[in-house]
């Protein structure tokens, strides 16, 4: 009856599992996940029970419900065969997915079925809910399956994973898991004023309950990096070489981390071997890209660098970031990258269309709004010598109000221009104001106040610069 589908629907919400998660299909490629997982089980980096289970929620999205269920068999058997006396407990967001799953199926008696384990085993665990029981190993469940629902998602994969080291501070998956998501969670934020010893911190917890995580070992080695401690971070590098040679998520960090210490070739070697193990890696065609992009401007900068070289890198830059955008359609990063090399190698038709490939998508997050609209006023700057289209486009990038790295970018370039202008006496009304703008940012009122006065003695009816210049006045 229509009462009791609705009433199942409300049962079916209460449950902690990947359908009240709120993972969305559109933040991802659904395929790359797929990957991803398989890569997971068959390198066993995490627990393959969460593996299996994300497999079932992807099967479904891709409406492939059979193959999902037999994703949550597998699942069952796992936990049969690693948790043999905690079955119940260990089974709850299986059980769920199942209830959901069904449901979709329009098979309402097998979700009753699910709905009444999950019930009794709520009970048995002494829950207030009927359909959830606060339990570590939810928690870090629902921390996994968010980092794999890209940066949208990292904060609340952060706050899950705080939520199960509450109840188990020393549990050595969840710090790997909560270390891993304030890394990413950082790495998405914006880069100048934050604080980066919490997430060092959590790195060198991980690494030291889980000394054989070598992936969580390359982080913490990136981090280092990232704080000028190198040789401390090469130190690990190395030990995790040891440990792990031929470890695809090992090896995509350690390329990482030669890529920044410039040393590209090793980095290259390293790429070429993980992409042996998974051909079809989006992320380490990317690497590989910008390798080739990197020893390209290394190249550049000699006084008569020979033009066949040139060309060669440029071609093998171009065909690896061709590669990470057909192996997930939706890498907006590597579309910027691509258009870029096409405009290196004066392809300005293949460039143009692929960034107005992206600048079409409608699911763009806020900062890659402003990281496509740096690319562009770069494209537009450098290879097409439009001062005009590039402002436009740093500034249309500095007002997306998100504060990340790509936000800076807009703000340094645009600043670099609009003074260039300014000082070879181009600058109008609407730069001086620009620029205002951008002094006003930076919390450089005195400059800012010299900016507007300016625009005002070359446009003195613009209200706009008159209201900006009042403001700034009444605020010092």
């Known amino acids: 009856s229509i009462i009791s589908k609705n009433d199942l629907k409300c049962s079916l919400l209460q449950l902690e599992c990947h359908f009240t998660w709120v993972l969305l299909k559109e933040d991802v490629d659904l395929d790359t996940i797929e990957d991803k997982m398989g890569n997971q089980i068959e390198f066993l980096t995490q627990s393959t029970i969460a593996s299996y289970n994300m497999l079932s929620y992807v ?3 891709k409406h492939l419900n059979e193959n999902a269920l037999q994703n949550l068999r597998k699942a069952e058997k796992e936990i049969r065969t690693k948790h043999a006396d905690d079955i119940e ?3 709850l967001v299986t059980w769920g997915n199942y209830a959901w799953i069904y449901y979709y199926m329009n098979k309402y008696e097998e979700v009753q079925t699910y709905l009444r384990k999950v019930e009794d085993t709520c009970k048995n665990l002494s829950s207030t809910a009927r359909f959830k029981v606060q339990l570590p190993e939810i928690y870090s469940e629902k921390g996994w399956a968010l980092l794999q629902f890209g940066r949208t998602c990292y904060f609340r994969a952060k706050e899950s994973f705080r939520s199960a080291l509450e109840k188990e501070p020393n549990d050595p998956e969840f710090n790997v898991g909560y270390a891993i998501a304030l890394y990413r969670w950082e790495n998405n934020t914006k880069g100048s004023d934050r604080n980066e010893i919490p997430t060092l911190k959590a790195l060198r917890r991980a690494v030291e309950l889980s000394p054989n995580d070598t992936s969580v070992m390359a982080l913490l080695a990136l981090k280092l990096q990232d704080l000028n401690l190198v040789d401390e971070g090469e130190s690990y590098i190395k030990e995790a070489m040891q440990k792990t040679p031929d470890f695809p998520y090992f090896l995509r960090y350690a390329a990482i981390f030669y890529r920044k210490k410039s040393e590209f070739d090793k980095s ?15 992320f380490l065609h990317h690497q590989m890209g910008l390798c ?15 033009r066949e070289q ?18 997930k359609s939706t890498f907006f990063f590597a ?3 691509l258009a870029g090399m096409y405009a290196e190698a004066k392809q300005y038709r293949e460039a143009e269309a692929t960034f107005q490939k992206v600048f079409e998508m409608t699911n763009l997050h806020p900062t890659d709004k402003q990281y496509l609209h740096h690319a562009y006023g770069n494209y537009q700057y450098f290879h097409r010598k439009s001062e005009s289209e590039a402002i436009k486009h740093f500034t249309e990038g500095l007002k997306v109000e998100q504060d990340c790295l790509a936000r800076e970018k807009c703000k340094n370039s645009l600043q670099k221009l609009l003074e260039k202008r300014i000082q070879k006496g181009l600058g109008d009304a609407a730069d001086f104001s620009k620029l205002g703008f951008i002094h006003q940012l930076n919390s450089e009122k005195v400059q800012a106040i010299e900016c507007y006065e300016k625009a005002l003695d070359l446009d003195p009816a613009n209200e706009e610069y008159l209201g900006e210049l009042w403001k700034l006045q009444s605020s010092i």
Do not use: M, N, W
């Not at 992409?275 to 079809?280: D, S, V």
């Not at 080739?292 to 020979?306: N, T, V």
């Open 59 to 61: 099967c479904h999205l």
């Open 89 to 91: 407990r260990r089974s």
């Open 268 to 282: 290259l070697e390293l790429l070429r071997k993980s992409l042996a193990i998974t051909p079809k890696c989006s």
């Open 292 to 306: 080739y992009r990197a020893k390209l401007f290394q190249l550049k900068k000699i006084k008569y660098s020979p």
């Open 310 to 327: 040139e060309e060669e890198l440029i071609r093998h830059s171009i065909f690896h970031f061709e590669r990470a955008v057909e192996y």
């Open 335 to 337: 579309y910027g990258d």
